[in-house]
């Protein structure tokens, strides 16, 4: 019986397998070192469709039973693989194994975050490690060289792709996967001009980061064939010595589809949700207009309670559907010359009452004699400066101050609204640009918000070739900063192919 030696040992594993699973709802089999079922539950049966009998793809480190725990890919009988979490026991030589099933999406996304920290992490490890191999020196040669190849092994084992130039623009190092994903062979790139690979079509894309200085941290997605990739560019420094350039990538094609079903859900829903919400708002507005007959005060006020949160939706509805449009590039379709000036002003105009509800102190600055008109959509940095300030009002308490300042920055319209709100805590600032983020302290101060207001607003000014930024201290104040180019002289439209 597969393996097992005596009845009464299956028989042992049998009662394991049903104490095990009988107080935990677990996917629990037994299997041989060489990967064959012994024995299974229904659970087991149910998640992965292997039998007893049947031979499973586990991996070799369960097999041989030298992890305790894990969380892998499992491939089930019909080729679909699914995130488990894997708890091992070891008995004789074969080995009981629960296994948890994570959805995965749920898995996915909620290991995210870690799995950034960590890339992070891996990122610094990573660069101290080349910075090692290229410290080489004269003096003590055979301890240099066995920590280098120490090293080598290290970045020969990574599960990034990882490539280096060096300060001649010479390609230096690569391991294994960047090899693959590349499609290169290092004996014909080792030494190469960054040039020269050109000719290798994966390389394409990469070369232009390559070619240039880089001062800090780059990151780009890049898509090679089917997969999506995020490469990071990585100066290396050797006190003020440029050494290179640190290449590492990595596959990200699951989180971008994830993201791209979560997106498409949204946007969905937000479809869905528009005829109904403005259905809503009709029957609401007739009943508070007395057309279907006269209502009492407290029923007054209860249906214009209902109509402002019916309000409130359609806004974020419009936000949602408006955020598809903006991802898809569908939104700039009308471009005008612009007063960013009077765009102010009017969503000032806006805002009059809350400002005056709050005692909010707003002053407007205009730094030069002249603002040159922007060339933009007109919907959209309406979009962008309603967002900013009505974050602004929002996260500033009572009596606070707000500064809008209207300057030239070289070709661009530099806006800045600062305000003596309540701050961004600081080791939350990395993702304040990012979809559906708000802040903790935001949180806890119940406002109303959705989290997508900035990320819609830093997209709609790169898409106008402008910038988006911030500085922010925790209950000091926050101050936003955009650019958007202005329109051009009329001497730039006129080039060679104009005559
Ligand atoms: P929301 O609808 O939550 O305001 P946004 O995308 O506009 O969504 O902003 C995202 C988050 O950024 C906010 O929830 C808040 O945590 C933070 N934030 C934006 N502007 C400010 C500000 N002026 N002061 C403090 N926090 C801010």
Redesign the pocket.
Known sequence: MFGLTTKNEYNRLKRKIEELSSFFPIAVCVVSPSGIIIETNNIFEELTGYKKGDLASFPSDILSGAVKEKEFELKTKEKADIPVKAFLHKKDKNIVLGIMSVSEAESVLKNLEKKTEEKIRELKETKKIILEIFKETEKNKEKVKNEREKNISVVENLKSGLFCVDNKKRIYIINQEAEKIMEVQKEEIIGEHIFKLNKFKNFKEVVPFLSREIIEKEEKEIRIKERVFIFSFLPMKKQENRLGILVIFNDITKEKAIEKAKNDFVTLAAHQLRTPSAAVKWALGMLLAGDVGEISKPQRELADKAYRANDKMISLIKNLLNLEKIENKKYFSRVLLLSIEKVIKEVLDEYKEEIAIKKIEIRVFIEKKEIPNIMADPEGIKIVIT?IL???I??TLPKGKIRISIDVDGKKVLISVR?T????PENQKIK?FKRF???D??LKMDTE???????MSKNIVEAHGGEMWFE?KEKKG?C?YFTIPIKKMFSEYITEDFY
Not at 421 to 424: K, R
Request: proline share 0%; net charge neutral.
């Open positions: 967002n009505d974050n602004a929002k996260y305000d709100g309540i701050g961004i304040i983020f708000r802040a302290n935001v918000g959705s989290g997508v207001g900035l990320y922010s926050t936003f």
